[in-house]
């Protein structure tokens, strides 16, 4: 079985400050994890992945994660944070090992993030 | 290109009654899943369908059931809808050759459906 893990509900941050979320994961093989953000009545759009590699992944709108493989986490960063990133973001994994639950992505429950100006 | 597609946007249903939500994919991609998010919740599987055929199934009732089209596009129906159901309906597509690929998966806006 997979699984994520979003600590925390929601996170603050400054404009301009740095920002990080967290999210660490469980799967038997291979990890392939993913961020993604989530605005107000929209579906969810894709930030980054991590599928092998450099463990620095950098992706959409200044966001990168780094891959931990001994703390299986995944967290999501970015440098200096704007009001507009305020949303609601998630982690998921997929088990990149070719099994019939291979397939499907298990998301973590998210962590609103608000960035005040 | 366009992107993925749904529809209905939005939609009210009466407990005991079936609904059919519709999906296209990314021009291309010949996987298509689906995914129930419950408000304040994570998005969970339901299906996955590659090339007509079904792939994957999450912890769902038979209630819940799905195809894939020759060009395609994809059907969630669910019967005998339960206040339960209310929830944002999300397709996803990718190119998904093998389950080790790696490739992204695209979201749609989803279809918000509500049961009362």
């Known amino acids: 079985a997979q699984s994520v893990a979003q600590p925390e509900d929601q996170v603050n941050v400054a404009e301009g400050n740095p920002l990080t979320v967290k999210c660490t994961y469980s799967?038997?093989?291979?990890?392939?994890l993913f961020w993604y953000v989530q605005y107000p009545n929209r579906g969810l759009q894709f930030l980054l992945k991590y599928i092998t590699g450099d463990n620095l992944v950098k992706g959409s709108y200044g966001f990168e994660a780094e891959f931990n493989k001994s703390q299986t986490s995944f967290h999501l960063k970015k440098p200096s944070a704007l009001v507009s990133d305020s949303a609601l973001y998630f982690c998921a994994v997929r088990d990149g090992v070719a099994s019939g639950s291979a397939r499907q992505l298990t998301f973590g429950s998210g962590t609103q993030l608000t960035v005040l100006p | 290109d366009a992107g993925v597609t749904q529809s209905p946007t939005h939609l009210i249903k009466t407990r005991g009654q079936h609904v059919t939500l519709r999906c296209s994919p990314i021009s291309g991609h010949k996987s298509v899943s689906w995914y129930q998010q419950v408000l304040g919740q994570g998005p969970q599987f339901i299906f996955q369908?590659?090339?007509?055929?079904?792939?994957g199934r999450g912890n769902f009732p038979d209630r819940f059931s799905a195809r894939q089209f020759p060009n395609y596009s994809s059907e969630l129906n669910v019967n005998a809808l339960l206040l339960g159901d209310s929830a944002l309906y999300l397709c996803?597509?990718?190119?998904?050759?093998?389950?080790?690929?790696?490739?992204?998966?695209?979201f749609g806006e989803g279809s918000w459906l509500t049961v009362v």
């Open positions: 996803a597509s990718s190119l998904d050759r093998t389950p080790t690929s790696g490739n992204t998966i695209y």
């Open positions: 799967v038997s093989g291979n990890p392939y």
């Open positions: 369908y590659y090339e007509k055929e079904e792939r």
